[in-house]
């Protein structure tokens, strides 16, 4: 394409480094095992702002014929049809119950500074109404005077009051499809929308952070390698060509789309045939704190399947961790070269194979202070293994990835290191168990109680530094609960429990939690709430830092009360977000489902939450 020029690069070697075998309940598994692969970006370019935008009559295509994935959008269009149904458990592992809270915190509740609704059933933004495409995968970033939400394969970009907007909650842009910022750029990430895109505050660079996975495999192009399919080695990417950055190109803004059709959707018949080359993913990265403004724009080849990419923002790279398949137990972890993209300038990615593994979660900054120089980034993961129906464990797992941009042979990642908690078994045996009942309806909604939830937070605090992590389990009262930990980190970049609880102050079902920790080391929790004869709906809890260890102390605060069954997938949300604002660093955002009275599909509400001593 005339305006889409590539980098030059020589061909990328693969590097040696220390990785693990499998998690599950032994330690002894640090044996290197894997090597990793560096990727030069196939593309990368500058964008004109998103603010010079007029409406186009080019149709933005959704992803037709998407492998069938349980984390990826569904074939089906979102019947859930074609998803796969399982009798759960309800039985709590032995010793779990002996950390539950079964009562609430009787502090007040956190206060609600703010609420609105974001995209779903019944928004209308700049550029029309957004499609409710099931699941949402809410993602939520949160800058000095903007908001920015994705929901699946749209966005849309929010006012947020302050110096420079009176009101907080006015749609800017949006809906549009996420392929939107890559409108000029050519190539997959322009092509079409892809669900599970996520967006990030970078707080250090004051800059926004844009991940898109390519879920459909592209036609080969000249010298690339033949992909391999999961569970088999990465292959090296393809070399480039000189000439990045080129001009700067507008970026797409679509005309208003036509209304919802409910049950309406693609079926997997008749799909076009998937291409036999790599798959990828996309990153664009704002030139300035104005998300409406000009972007620098990446595409990588991802040779395996980039299922439930997980940004996480370190001082040294942006960490993506992702899932190669839902029938092999195997993850993918990537870093890309962060300082180099802040710059605009080419930049690299390097990625390793870990099998073995539940759903991996690299830790991601809150707050300005940064660890010590150098420190690798942690990455997390629950026990057990949903594919070998082992739904319990009494542990999390712990690899440091450290990345060396100028001579990747001394990149390393160390682990597993286990550390023990209190034994859990997964919230109704794990994702696609049709789990959490309704009322009115025999449909029940899926839990994704096998992995830990967006996202995995680290804080320092002067020579504290922490990591908060939560996940969904079953509770001694048959339902669901949220587990939470306080992780430190010792100077030896070691990783101990601090503290535990699982928050289920009664036999209701608390699940699909994201915390976040303010800059007064308070812990704030936001969750779905629901089981008969509650609909589903969103709620938030909290503690304070001086608080006794365990137990979320602050009144369960309500951000939005279902009114209506959703009927018409089990996919509920498949993760929710929060973030801390930059502004005071210490109200934490929130976004999570419900459904209207008479609904159809969700709607999603966007809250912050302030707790005592934050100002």
């Known amino acids: 394409m005339q305006d889409r020029e590539v980098i030059r690069a020589g061909v990328a070697m693969a590097i040696s480094i220390a990785v693990i075998a499998g998690v599950g309940c032994s330690t002894d598994r640090d044996r290197p095992t894997t090597v990793a692969t560096v990727h030069h970006a196939v593309a990368h370019d500058v964008s004109l702002p998103l603010a010079t935008l007029a409406a186009t009559d080019v149709a933005t295509r959704e992803e037709d014929g998407a492998p069938v994935n349980a984390l990826a959008p569904e074939a089906d269009g979102g019947s859930g049809e074609t998803e796969r149904r399982t009798a759960p458990s309800h039985v709590s592992a032995r010793g779990s119950a002996d950390i539950e809270q079964t009562s609430q915190g009787t502090k007040p509740g956190a206060t609600l500074v703010a609420s609105f609704d974001g995209m779903g059933e019944g928004f209308a933004g700049p550029q029309g109404g957004a499609v409710a495409r099931n699941p949402s995968d809410n993602t939520l970033a949160v800058g000095r005077d903007h908001i920015m939400q994705i929901v699946n394969s749209r966005m849309a970009i929010f006012t ?13 842009y949006g809906p549009v499809g996420t392929n939107a910022v890559f409108k000029g750029f050519g190539g997959p990430c322009e092509e079409r929308p892809n669900g599970d895109a996520v967006a990030r505050y970078d707080q250090l660079a004051n800059r926004w952070l844009i991940v898109m996975p390519i879920f459909r495999r592209l036609p080969v192009r000249e010298n690339e390698p033949v992909a391999g399919v999961a569970g088999e080695p990465a292959r090296h990417s393809m070399p480039g060509h000189a ?20 049950g309406a959707g693609r079926g997997a018949q008749g799909a076009p045939a998937q291409e036999k080359g790599s798959y990828g993913m996309c990153y664009a990265v704002s030139v300035s704190a104005d998300p409406l403004g000009a972007y620098y724009r990446y595409e990588f080849v991802r040779p395996l399947f980039p299922d439930y990419p997980r940004p996480a923002v370190w001082p040294d790279g942006y960490y993506v961790p992702s899932s190669t398949g839902d029938d092999v137990i195997q993850k993918h972890a990537c870093v890309v070269d962060r300082t180099r993209m802040l710059r605009g300038e080419s930049a690299t990615e390097q990625c390793v194979i870990v099998d073995g593994v539940n759903f991996l979660n690299n830790a ?13 980034n942690i990455m997390l993961a ?21 990345v060396d941009w100028t001579d990747s042979s001394k990149t390393t990642v160390s682990g597993p290191t286990k550390v023990v908690v209190a034994p859990y078994h997964y919230l ?21 109680g096998d992995k830990l939830m967006a996202r995995v937070v680290y804080r320092r605090r002067g020579n504290t530094e922490s990591v908060v992590a939560v996940h969904s389990v079953n ?9 939470w930990y306080e992780l430190g980190v010792q100077q030896d970049r070691s990783v101990s429990l601090v503290q535990q609880g699982t928050y289920a102050p009664d036999g209701m079902y608390r699940w699909l939690g994201s ?30 830092a001086g608080d006794p260890p365990g137990l979320l102390t602050l009144w369960e605060t309500v951000l939005a009360e279902g009114a209506a069954s959703q009927t018409n997938t089990l996919r509920w949300e498949d993760y929710s977000q929060t973030a801390v604002d930059p502004g005071d660093d210490c109200t934490i955002w929130y976004v999570g489902d419900y459904l209207k009275a008479g609904a159809m599909n969700y709607s999603t509400r966007i809250g912050a939450f302030r707790l005592p001593g934050c100002e």
């Open 160 to 172: 947020k009051k302050g110096t420079r907007f009176e009101v907080t909650g006015q749609p800017l």
């Open 364 to 376: 991601d900054l809150d707050g300005t202070q940064v660890p010590p120089a150098g420190a690798p």
């Open 515 to 544: 915390p976040a920790m303010d800059r007064n080391g308070n812990i704030g929790i936001g969750y779905s709430f629901g089981g008969a004869p509650n609909f589903a709906g969103q709620r938030f809890a909290a503690r304070l």
């Open 475 to 483: 509770t001694a009262a048959g339902g669901g609960g949220v587990r």
């Open 428 to 448: 109704c045996d794990g994702q696609l168990t049709n789990c959490v009942p309704q009322p009115g309806t025999d449909r029940r909604l899926d839990a994704q």
């Open 382 to 402: 629950a026990g057990g293994t949903q594919l070998r129906k082992v739904m319990e464990d009494d542990g999390l797992y712990v690899w440091k990835f450290h």
């Open 243 to 262: 000439g990045q950055p080129g001009p700067a190109q507008k970026l797409y803004e679509p005309p208003p789309e036509p209304p919802v059709v409910p």
